[in-house]
């Protein structure tokens, strides 16, 4: 049984950072796509971060472009995604997803999100103004 466990969201003053880890089990790590989404009150859920075991990172939202990081420790099954700079429109449930599929990550939206074959439970991150 695969399982997503995503942890390390918090409450954080902006301009402050976390790293959210996304730890994989029963899952494989070998032709992979894993993205983290996000959540905020009242809004669709969107993509925020991808990264593919063949085709690398990519980043969906240009509001964190520069500030939000993913990676992975494939000897770890995790995947992270370090966070800087906050802003309290960063606050949401960040969830992690993983498909076994490596090309999902060159999608958006809609066909990223449904693509998805795997869904952890969300970690809260809230950022104070």
């Known amino acids: 049984e695969v399982q997503l466990q995503a942890s390390g969201g918090g409450l954080v003053q902006a301009g402050g950072s976390l790293r959210l880890s996304c730890a994989a089990s029963?899952?494989?790590?070998?032709?992979?796509?894993i993205a983290w989404f996000r959540q905020a009150p009242g809004k669709e859920r969107e993509g925020v971060s991808c990264?593919?075991?063949?085709?690398?990172?990519?980043v969906y939202a240009d509001s964190v472009k520069d500030r939000f990081t993913i990676s992975s420790d494939n000897a770890k099954n995790t995947v992270y995604l370090q966070m800087g700079n906050l802003k309290p429109e960063d606050t949401a449930v960040y969830y992690c997803?993983?498909?076994?599929?490596?090309?999902?990550?060159?999608?958006?939206?809609?066909?990223?999100?449904?693509?998805?074959?795997?869904w952890g439970k969300g970690t809260q991150v809230t950022v104070s103004s």
């Open positions: 990264i593919s075991s063949s085709y690398g990172k990519f």
């Open positions: 997803a993983a498909s076994t599929w490596d090309r999902l990550c060159l999608y958006r939206n809609a066909a990223l999100d449904s693509g998805m074959n795997y």
């Open positions: 029963g899952f494989t790590f070998d032709d992979y796509s």
